[in-house]
C-alpha cells in the first residue's frame, strides 16, 4: 500500500502546470513560423507579400507578450526535487535580450518585405521566424540542454538564409563557410557540455555552479577542459577572434537584410549564451574563462578595427564588408563586461546589455540606409555613398547618425555613453591594460567612421571612369519601399531618443538581471 502510495506520489510530481505567459515569446515566433508555411501552399504568386505581413504580425504580438511578462518572477520546467532548479526563467535579463532579438527580427522583416521577389516567399519566412523563435528561447534557457537546442535553433536556419539566394554562387559560398565552420563549433561545444556533465552529475546551471566547487581534484583538469570548451561555440556565434574569419564573406554574400540579422541578432545569441555559462553556470571558474575572454576581447577589437581600417573605398561591397567588420570589433566591446564580470565583485553583465540596446539600434539603422542606397548601387561601395546628402538627404543624416553612434560621438550620445560603461567596468575590475587597448581600438575605429560620415557630404563624384556605371541608375528616384523606410525611421528615432534620454538603456548597467 505505501509502494504503491508513493508511486502515485512519484508520477505526480512528474506532471507539472505550464506557464504557458512564460514562454509565450518564442512559441508565438514558432507557431507563426508553422503558419506561414502552411499558408504559402494555399498562397498564389500574386499574393505572396501577404506573408511578409503575416510574419511581421506575428513578431509584433510575440513583443507585445513581454509586457505583461516584465515582473521578471516567472519559470517554468523546474525540477521537483526540491532544488528548485528550472530550464526556462523569464527573468530580467531574459526579457530584455528577449526584447532585442525579437525587435531585430521584427526590422530584418520590415526590410526584406519587397526584397522577397526573387527569394522563396514561404521558406524565407518561415526560417527568419524559426530562427528568431530559437533566438528568444535561449536567454531563457536555464540549462546546458536548452542551451544547445535553443543555440541550433536559431543558427541552422540562419544558414539556410544565408545561402537562399538561388543561383548566386557568392550565397551559396558563403552559407558553406558559415555551416562548415558553425558545425565545428559546436561539435567542440558539446565535447566541452559533456565534460561538464561527467563531472557534475547535472545539466542546470544552477546545480552545476554548486557542484564545481565539490569536484575531486583529479576530476579539475577535466572539469577546467570543460569549461573551455563550452565557451567555444558561444564565442563562434560572437564573432569573437580567432572564430571571426567567416564574418565578411558571409555577410556580403547573404541577403542584406539577413546579414543585418547575423550581426545584431546572432550578436545577441551568442553573448546570451556565454553570459548564462560564465556568470550562472561556472563562477567558481571565473580564473579559467575570466582571463580567457579578457584576451579575446581585445584580440577581436583589434582585428576587426584594423580589417575595417583597410576597406577600399572602390571595391564592390566594401560598405558591408566594413560594416562586417566593424561588428567584429564591437563584439570585443562587448566581450569586455563580461571578463569584468571575473574579476569584480559587481554586476557587470548589465554594461554588455546596454552595448548590446545600443549597438542593436544603430546597427540596423546603417543596414537600413545600406539597403536603400543598394537598391540604386547594387554594387554598394563606400564610394557610392559620397554625395548621399546630395539626393537623399535625410538618409544621409541618418547614416551620419548612425555611424557617429558607433563612433561615440556628438551627437550620438547614447553610442558615447555606452563606450564609457563599457570602459568603467573594465577599470572598476581592475582590467587597466584591457581599458587601454580599448581606448586605442576606439581611436582607431574614429577614422574610417568619421571618413565615411565626411564621405556623406561631400560633393557628388564627377569621374566618369568611376562613376559611369552608376550613372545610369541614379538618374531617376527610384520609389522606396514603406517598410524600408519605416526600418530607417524607427531606428533613427529610437537612437535620437536614446542620445536624449540615455538612462532608459544605461540603468541596465547599474541593476541585477539574474
Not at 502546470?17 to 503558419?35: G, N
Not at 526556462?88 to 518585405?113: E, K, M, P
Amino acid at each position: 500500500m505505501t509502494v504503491a502510495a508513493d508511486s502515485a506520489t512519484g508520477a505526480a510530481n512528474l506532471v507539472q502546470s505550464v506557464d504557458w505567459l512564460a514562454i509565450a515569446p518564442p512559441v508565438i515566433a514558432a507557431s507563426v513560423a508553422l503558419l506561414v508555411l502552411v499558408a504559402d501552399l494555399f498562397t498564389g504568386e500574386r499574393h505572396k507579400p501577404l506573408l511578409g505581413y503575416g510574419a511581421v504580425a506575428g513578431l509584433v504580438a510575440a513583443l507585445a507578450v513581454l509586457v505583461p511578462l516584465r515582473a521578471g518572477d516567472r519559470s517554468t520546467f523546474c525540477l521537483t526535487d526540491g532544488t528548485q532548479a528550472c530550464s526556462y526563467t523569464a527573468d530580467h535579463f531574459a526579457l530584455v535580450i528577449q526584447a532585442l532579438v525579437l525587435g531585430g527580427a521584427l526590422l530584418t522583416a520590415l526590410l526584406s518585405i519587397g526584397d522577397t521577389r526573387k527569394l522563396p516567399a514561404g521558406e524565407f519566412w518561415f526560417l527568419l521566424l524559426a530562427s528568431a523563435a530559437g533566438a528568444a528561447l535561449l536567454p531563457a534557457a536555464r540549462d546546458l540542454a536548452t542551451l544547445v537546442v535553443a543555440l541550433e535553433v536559431a543558427s541552422l536556419p540562419a544558414f539556410a538564409l544565408v545561402g537562399i539566394k538561388r543561383g548566386d554562387r557568392r550565397s551559396s559560398e558563403a552559407a558553406l563557410k558559415f555551416f562548415l565552420s558553425s558545425v565545428v563549433a559546436t561539435a567542440v561545444m558539446l565535447l566541452g557540455v559533456s565534460f561538464v556533465y561527467a563531472t557534475t552529475g547535472t545539466l542546470h546551471l544552477t546545480e552545476i555552479a554548486a557542484r564545481l566547487d565539490e569536484v575531486p581534484g583529479q576530476f579539475d583538469t577535466l572539469t577546467k577542459a570543460g569549461v573551455a570548451l563550452t565557451l567555444v561555440g558561444f564565442a563562434f556565434k560572437t564573432a569573437a577572434a580567432p572564430f571571426h574569419f567567416w564574418v565578411p564573406d558571409t555577410y556580403v554574400g547573404a541577403p542584406l537584410p539577413i546579414a543585418a540579422y547575423l550581426s545584431v541578432v546572432g550578436k545577441a545569441v551568442g553573448f546570451s549564451g556565454l553570459v548564462l555559462v560564465t556568470v550562472i553556470g561556472f563562477p567558481s571558474y571565473a580564473d579559467v574563462w575570466g582571463p580567457a575572454l579578457a584576451v579575446l576581447a581585445a584580440l577581436t577589437m583589434t582585428v576587426g578595427n584594423v580589417a575595417a581600417l583597410r576597406q577600399t573605398a572602390t571595391r564592390a561591397r566594401s560598405a558591408v564588408r566594413l560594416l562586417a567588420w566593424s561588428s567584429v570589433g564591437q563584439a570585443g566591446y562587448l566581450l569586455v563586461p563580461i571578463a569584468a564580470a571575473a574579476y569584480s565583485s559587481d554586476e557587470q553583465i548589465g554594461s554588455t546589455v546596454a552595448y548590446a540596446l545600443m549597438y542593436a539600434v544603430v546597427n540596423f539603422g546603417a543596414f537600413a540606409v545600406a539597403a536603400l542606397v543598394a537598391r540604386s548601387h547594387p554594387a554598394n561601395r563606400l564610394s557610392d555613398y559620397r554625395g548621399l546628402y546630395a539626393t537623399r538627404p535625410l538618409a544621409a543624416l541618418a547614416m551620419g547618425f548612425f555611424l557617429l553612434c558607433l563612433a561615440g560621438l556628438p551627437p550620438g550620445i547614447i553610442g558615447l555613453f555606452a563606450k564609457v560603461t563599457v570602459f568603467s567596468a573594465a577599470v572598476d575590475a581592475g582590467l587597466g591594460w584591457l581599458a587601454v587597448v580599448m581606448a586605442v581600438n576606439v581611436v582607431i575605429a574614429l577614422y574610417y567612421y568619421l571618413q565615411w560620415t565626411a564621405a556623406l557630404f561631400r560633393a557628388p563624384a564627377t569621374d566618369p571612369t568611376a562613376e559611369a556605371v552608376e550613372a545610369a541608375p541614379t538618374a531617376h528616384r527610384q520609389r522606396v519601399p514603406a517598410p524600408l523606410t519605416l526600418a530607417i525611421a524607427l531606428t533613427a528615432v529610437a537612437g535620437i531618443t536614446l542620445s536624449g534620454a540615455p538612462q532608459f538603456i544605461l540603468r541596465f548597467a547599474a541593476i541585477s538581471l539574474f
